[in-house]
């Protein structure tokens, strides 16, 4: 049980540094767009591979979303990943 608290307490300072790099004027408009497709395909019915698939219907979400949220924040400068880090670790 102490896992999962650990997990929902990682994710939820994972989305509010997400934010705050989406904010910062300094982050490349190239991040911008991946964050928002991975946003977007998280929400979206629409998948690659249709959830009623076993399995593999649901692993698509689980890995296309976090392979576009590493590329976005692996766009972003350094400089601009720390401070924004920081800001989340200092909450």
């Not at 102490?2 to 790099?21: H, P, V």
């Amino acid at each position: 049980m102490l896992k999962l608290k650990e997990i929902k307490n990682n994710a939820k300072k994972y989305i509010e540094l997400c934010k705050l790099i989406y904010k910062d004027p300094r982050t490349p408009k190239t991040a911008k767009i991946l964050l928002w497709i991975a946003i977007g395909y998280a929400l979206s019915p629409i998948d690659l591979i249709p959830d009623f698939i076993p399995v593999i219907g649901n692993l698509d979400d689980m890995i296309i979303v976090p392979v576009l949220l590493y590329i976005a924040i692996r766009s972003v400068p350094k400089d601009v990943y720390i401070e924004n880090y920081v800001q989340i670790l200092r909450k």
